[in-house]
């Protein structure tokens, strides 16, 4: 409001004092004049001055207020802009909860289709479950100015709904005469995203937590040392299977370095840091107390912001070792087996044709003998021939005995008195250097063996104890015990896990590297000088404990002489029981002498088949000698025609196993065939159980061994045509 212009007065004063009219109040303004000399005075001017003073001070006043009204209507409009334009759901609400106000972002928000709830009150929107927490924050508002209450859900419509932060401010409105108006203004924030960013954090987490504990239970269940390090190689990570391998705890390994475990890992890193894998190969670890132990090492190599971490992998190749050279001895054990049952297959055909050879030499020595006088000076190298022939046969049993498989007649064998037998025999060639002890502890249970298998073993490793030892001093301790061997034991010689009585040779003598070692048992093969042994001794007793079901064992190194331990199973409490009485031999009967039965024998008609010529040759002279007809073939299949031939011809068939596209049990059946009643004897230098029951099996009345003494030959003979002679 403008103060009234009072100017007007002093030119009227002026006019009247000059003569003229004074302008209106709507009149422009005069030309500026040159103003009189004459003021007024007195009351009317002081009037006049305190007027325009007044008038003055109202003009500022104006100014004042019009640039206020101007600022207000500015902030005004600037708070309006704001309210409504501000990205965040704002509303004006009073004290009964009605929306005085609210911008398009909360309109938007809780009212996004025509159809939904209008936006005239909050509490409507809030879920029952944070109703109370809403309330709460007004009343606190109310008190304090402001409140805030966290994530509170709005329903909006029947399944959108908004999960925002509620921030209230309380605002006095002044009455004029009144008390003022309570209002709130309120801000949501919606939290939508960052809750849904933080649910996914807090599932990054738990599942990052989750990865740790199952790296955790990963590292401590690996069957591998597991060892983590720094950049400068401190220990940060050692899971109990290191803590086993080193005997270390985890307590004392943290922050210890790398090389107190892994002394050459320092270098080996340095080379391998150029990858992420490395594989370092077999090593050398120690663990807490100092102990090496053969480790294979792999390393992995992680950078990262802080540094280097390398994570080392130890795995304990003790086991493995062991496992290998397990394997190593089943395979030299293995083909030791492969080699010595070839080479028996070999020995056993090799003495089979010697023993035709023998055979020949003995008989046309016997024959030679018997048609010698008495003083004749051939007679004397007849006798050496015939003990030649003899010691060879002697050799060749001895080859049989190592190449046969079949297992012997065994019966319960009184240790004692064998070693006692075999100390007798000893005493007699025992060098005078050399001292024969015997350890029998009382209480042995009985070997289920041979005891002439028993005998021949034992006395050729004492034997082959003497020959070591040579003219030196020395001593041979013979040992018994019984004992039950261990699971790696009985894997390592191939026995039955059971009770076995352990007969030990043990000298003094130089002793064997492991190279001599690995061929003691091959036949033929001998240290000794040419024609001091035959090489047979410690094959033979290879072979009596392999039909034995028993084992043989080696102990030896240079200068520490050798041990020899045979395994013979152990005798049952029941066989134990069983006097030790020897299997009934079958006698033969007395051969009578040709002018005994000069007629019966010149009766019998004895086929007589081998493949060797000088043996039916030598045959025939023996028999006819006796009074018998012989016919000899060569040919199976010539002696299959003519026995088919004329049956009733002959009286007994002896035929030999082995012959060239032929088999002696073959002609048994054929013979037996064609006569059932015809007596069949077999002979072969080398009669194993299959052949036995072979033979038996398709009705042969006898087995022959070869080579045989004449009068054993003749005997055969003469049981098996006088049992088949008519009564």
């Known amino acids: 409001m403008s103060l009234p212009d009072l100017s007007f007065l002093h030119q009227a004063q002026a006019s009247r004092d000059q003569g003229q009219e004074a302008p209106g109040p709507s009149s422009p ?58 990205p965040l759901a704002l509303m004006v609400l009073d004290e009964y909860d009605v929306v005085v106000q609210a911008n398009s972002m909360a309109h938007r928000s809780f009212q996004p289709t025509e159809q939904d709830r209008p936006l005239t009150a909050l ?12 309330h709460d924050a007004f009343s606190a508002a109310r008190t304090q100015g402001h409140s805030e209450v966290t994530e509170v859900v709005f329903l909006i419509g029947d399944t959108a709904r908004i999960t925002g932060d509620l921030h ?43 990865s740790e504990r199952r790296l955790e239970a990963i590292i401590n269940s690996a069957l591998d040392a597991i060892v983590c390090v720094d950049q400068h190689q401190r220990i940060t990570v050692f899971n109990p299977t290191a803590a086993a391998l080193f005997q270390c705890s ?37 663990t807490a107390g100092g102990k090496e132990l053969a480790v294979e090492v792999s390393v992995s190599f992680e950078r990262h912001a802080e540094g280097e971490t390398t994570t080392v992998f130890a795995r304990d190749l003790t086991g493995r070792k062991k496992a290998e050279a397990h394997r190593n001895e089943l395979e030299a054990q293995l083909r030791e087996s492969q080699k010595m049952q070839a080479v028996g297959t070999m020995a056993g055909g090799i003495a089979h044709d010697f023993n035709n050879i023998l055979g ?80 029998l502890p009382s209480g042995l249970p009985a070997l289920l063996a041979d005891a002439t298998q028993v005998e021949q073993a034992l006395l050729n490793l004492c034997t082959n104890a003497i020959h070591a030892i040579g003219t030196e001093r020395g001593s041979i301790h013979v040992e018994a015990a019984r004992m039950r061997p261990d699971q790696r034991q009985c ?3 191939g026995l039955a896990p ?14 064997m590297d492991a190279a001599l070692q690995a061929r003691i048992f091959e036949p033929f093969f001998t240290t000794k000088p040419v024609g001091q042994g035959t090489g047979l001794g410690l094959a033979v007793v290879h072979g009596v404990m392999r039909t034995h079901e028993g084992a043989v064992d ?145 009705g042969a009345s006898a087995l022959i061994h070869k080579p045989n003494d004449v009068e054993e030959l003749c005997a055969t003979v003469q049981r098996l045509v006088s049992g088949n002679e008519p009564a």
């Open 29 to 86: 303004p005069p030309e500026p004049e040159r103003r009189s000399p004459l003021r007024p005075e007195g009351p009317l001017a002081e009037l006049i001055s305190e007027l325009r003073s007044y008038q003055a001070e109202l003009e500022a006043q104006n100014k004042v207020l019009q640039y206020s009204q101007t600022a207000a209507e500015s902030a005004s409009e600037r708070f309006e802009a704001l309210f409504s334009s501000v």
């Open 123 to 134: 509490m409507p929107f809030v879920s029952e479950g944070d109703s109370q927490r809403v």
């Open 168 to 210: 209230i401010a309380c605002i006095e409105m002044a009455q004029d005469g009144a008390a003022p108006l309570l209002q709130f203004l309120c801000a949501v924030i919606d939290q939508g995203p960052l809750l849904a960013e933080r649910q996914a954090l807090q599932q990054g987490n738990e599942q990052l937590h989750a």
């Open 250 to 286: 985890a307590s004392d390994a943290l922050d210890s370095p790398l090389q107190r475990f892994l002394p050459d890992a320092a270098q080996a890193l340095a080379f391998a840091q150029l990858t992420t894998q490395a594989q370092l190969g077999e090593m050398t670890a120690l």
């Open 360 to 439: 020949a030499i003995l008989g046309n020595v016997e024959l030679a003998k018997a048609d010698c006088p008495a003083d004749s000076p051939v007679l004397e190298s007849l006798h050496e021939i015939d003990k030649a022939g003899r010691r060879a046969r002697d050799l060749v049993r001895q080859i049989l005995t190592f190449s046969r498989n079949e297992p012997p007649q065994r019966t319960p064998v009184n240790l004692a008195e064998v070693v006692h037998d075999t100390e007798r025999l000893l005493r007699v060639t025992l060098p005078p250097g050399i001292d024969l002890h015997m350890h």
């Open 491 to 493: 894997e390592r010689l």
């Open 498 to 511: 059971r009770d076995y009585v352990a007969l030990s040779v043990r000298d003094t003598g130089p002793g």
């Open 554 to 698: 080696v102990h030896s190194a240079p200068g520490h002489g050798s041990r020899f331990t045979l395994y013979f199973p152990a005798a049952s409490d029941a066989a134990t029981a069983t006097p030790l009485t020897a299997p009934p031999s079958i006698t033969p009967p007395a051969v009578p002498t040709p002018a005994a039965h000069p007629q019966a024998q010149r009766s019998h008609h004895v086929m007589y088949v081998d493949d060797d010529q000088a043996l039916v040759f030598l045959v025939q002279r023996l028999l006819r000698r006796r009074g018998y007809q012989v016919s000899g073939f060569t040919d199976p299949h010539e002696a299959t025609a003519a026995l088919r031939a004329d049956p009733l011809r002959y009286d007994l068939v002896v035929t030999d196993y082995n012959m060239p596209g032929f088999c002696g049990v073959d002609l048994v059946r054929e013979a037996r065939r064609i006569r059932p009643d015809l007596p069949v004897a077999l002979a072969s230098g080398y009669v194993t159980a299959e052949i036995e029951q072979a033979a038996m099996a398709e």
